[in-house]
């Protein structure tokens, strides 16, 4: 227990070295929903080193939202689609993980939009 306590005390400060750069490209605030409370750095891919482009600095909110996709409203998720165009890898990522679940016609078309962004490997994850 003591080993998978201090794997995991070195992975946060990891991220935390991390943290200032994530700050100012998130300029402080959520970067899906633009709110500027607990705000913390979410990983993305938390079975690699953790990385930059990796991590997204998310409200309480929004990382409930990428904990449980798929179990929030459809209507509560359209603010996620204006995200489809941006160029962060991260928020791209994040952007598919919510709208994939969704059978809705505008989720579709945003995942059509941020494949066509990023080539046609966007929905593979």
């Known amino acids: 227990m ?8 070195a992975r946060l400060g990891a991220i935390n ?3 200032k750069d994530l ?5 402080r605030a959520c970067e899906l929903c633009q709110e500027r409370n607990d ?6 891919e938390p079975d690699r080193t953790p990385q930059l482009d990796q991590l997204i600095l998310l409200c309480a909110s929004c990382r409930d939202l990428l904990d449980r996709p ?6 509560h998720m ?4 204006n995200h489809c165009w941006s160029d962060l890898p991260p928020v791209q990522t994040a ?3 919510l709208l994939k679940p969704l059978n809705e016609d505008w989720a579709k078309e945003a995942l059509d939009n941020l494949a066509m962004m990023q080539g046609s490997s966007a929905l593979d994850d």
């Open 17 to 19: 070295l991390l943290g």
């Open 23 to 27: 700050a100012r490209r998130a300029r």
């Open 78 to 81: 359209r603010f996620v689609a």
């Open 95 to 97: 952007v598919k993980r």
């Open 2 to 9: 003591a080993k998978g306590l201090h794997k995991h005390q």
């Open 39 to 44: 705000c913390r750095p979410y990983d993305l």
């Open 70 to 75: 798929g179990q929030t409203p459809a209507d």
